[in-house]
Nanobody, 115 residues
């Protein structure tokens, strides 16, 4: 079992920045992929960015150049730095962990981009 706890969401104006954190605990495998997904009202959940245990990253085209995913292995924490946020990026952001032990989700954190 893996437990994921997200933090860092909130209200930000268009063009602003936020940093999300996802702390993992439990049975962490040596190889894993952790990612951030988001789901806006009435829309399907979409992958925003991911990072694996080797540090390789993936970004959705819509966030390239504005978002940065990183990890602190000692703290078992993954971060998503979001810059130049747009109003249509208002959504619940979810942390995801995949490994040989299964797939796990965090509870989600609300990000609202509005003036």
């Amino acid at each position: 079992q893996v437990q994921l706890v997200e933090s860092g969401g909130g209200l930000v104006q268009p063009g602003g920045s936020l940093r999300l954190s996802c702390a993992a605990s439990g049975s962490i495998w040596s190889f894993f992929v952790m990612g951030w997904y988001r789901q806006a009202p009435g829309q399907s959940r979409e992958l925003v960015a991911s990072i694996n245990s080797f540090g390789s990253t993936y970004y959705a085209d819509s966030v390239k150049g504005r978002f940065t995913i990183s990890k602190d292995s000692a703290k078992r924490t993954v971060y998503l730095q979001m810059n130049s946020l747009k109003s249509d990026e208002t959504a619940v952001y979810y942390c995801n962990h995949k490994s040989g032990g299964g797939e796990y989700w965090g509870q989600g954190t609300q990000v609202t981009v509005s003036s």
